[in-house]
T-cell receptor
């Protein structure tokens, strides 16, 4: 069974702080990794892909550790609007048959 | 493009009734997915179509659930008869190509079965 595990939180973080959370995956053959964001009572939306060498998109940094089978998301200078649930998504090598597995998400609350 | 369009947005029904959820995918996207989301189980893939053909329906809970995609512009998910444990948000999502991990989700259909 493919497993993608996340700490559900909530993470309560003051505005302006840096916050990071991880996601672990069980299938060592997993090929692609993503972070999705889901606002309360809304649909999930792609936040960023995660590349092997790590990547940044503004205040967001994603990293992959294949040896330990986890990916991470770091948010710097957090804003109130960053409050959301962050879903870790792993895609296995059999991507033709979807192959996407979603974690249950980490709930982040940025406090003023 | 208007994105993935789902209807109804909300439905409240009684146990035993038939429920039909509808999805209009993004034009040109040839992969369509039906997901169910609950607090306890998160997002679960129910069924996946590629070029209107069902590829993987292993996530469909039981025979009460069925899905169709009669053409590239429309898909339905039907529950008959519905049960209270079917209460969830049902999302339709589409993907433009098999080599991309980006799914575009509709706004979801929130189903409550009493």
């Amino acid at each position: 069974r493919k497993e993608v595990e996340q700490d559900p939180g909530p993470f309560n973080v003051p505005e302006g702080a840096t916050v990071a959370f991880n996601c672990t995956y069980s299938n060592s053959a997993s090929q692609s990794f993503f972070w999705y964001r889901q606002d309360c009572r809304k649909e999930p939306k792609l936040l960023m892909s995660v590349y092997s060498s790590g990547n940044e998109d503004g205040r967001f940094t994603a990293q992959l550790n294949r040896a330990s089978q986890y990916i991470s998301l770091l948010i710097r200078d957090s804003k109130l609007s960053d409050s959301a649930t962050y879903l870790c998504v792993v895609r296995d090598s059999g991507g033709g048959a979807d192959g996407l597995t979603f974690g249950k998400g980490t709930h982040l609350i940025i406090q003023p | 493009d208007a994105g993935v369009i789902q209807s109804p947005r909300h439905e409240v029904t009684e146990m035993g009734q038939e429920v039909t959820l509808r999805c209009k995918p993004i034009s040109g996207h040839n992969s369509l997915f039906w997901y169910r989301q609950t607090m306890m189980r998160g997002l679960e893939l129910l069924i996946y179509f590629n070029n209107n053909v069902p590829i993987d329906d292993s996530g469909m809970p039981e025979d009460r659930f069925s899905a169709k995609m009669p053409n590239a512009s429309f898909s339905t998910l039907k529950i008959q008869p519905s049960e209270p444990r079917d209460s969830a948000v049902y999302f339709c999502a589409t993907r433009g190509g098999v080599n991309t991990g980006e799914l575009f989700f509709g706004e979801g259909s929130r189903l409550t079965v009493l």
